[in-house]
Structure formats: C-alpha cells, structure tokens
C-alpha cells in the first residue's frame, strides 16, 4: 500500500504511549494499533484532527504516500 502510517515514530518523538495516546483522543487501544501498524483501510477526519492536537503535528508527519513501483500512472 502506498500511504505509510507513521504514527509510531511521532509518538516515540512526542515521548506518549499506546494507553496514553488512546486515552486523550478517546480512541479504543485496539482501533490505535490497528492505525499504527498501518493495517487500517480507512481514517476519519475527527480522528486525524484529535491525534495531531495531542501530537502537536500536522497530518503530513504521520501520513506519508509512497508511489508503487508497479502502477503505470506514477511513471
């Protein structure tokens, strides 16, 4: 898939947990991992917005689009 979910790395640089993360944007630890390991099909906005409050970030540190090597359109 060619978005990468960074989320991991924002939350290592901000220094907050899983359970602390999950917590403050009132989000199940689960449906957080599920974000984290990149393994999530979809994301709504409200959720976007309250994890770049908590991050203090943009949605650009945490969402990256990388082209697939395979799709015609890119080339």
């Not at 901000?14 to 944007?25: N, V």
């Not at 989000?27 to 917005?49: C, D």
């Not at 309250?50 to 943009?58: D, E, G, M, S, V």
Request: hydrophobic fraction near 40%; aromatic fraction near 2%.
């Amino acid at each position: 898939m060619p978005i990468i979910v960074n989320l991991d790395v924002m939350m290592a640089k901000r220094k907050i947990s899983s359970g602390e993360l999950a917590e403050m944007i009132d989000l199940t630890p689960a449906n957080l991992s599920i974000l984290k390991t990149g393994k999530a099909k979809a994301v709504r906005f409200s959720t976007l917005e309250n994890i770049c409050k908590a991050l203090n970030c943009q949605p650009g540190d945490i969402l990256e689009f990388t082209p697939d090597e395979n799709d015609e359109r890119m080339k």
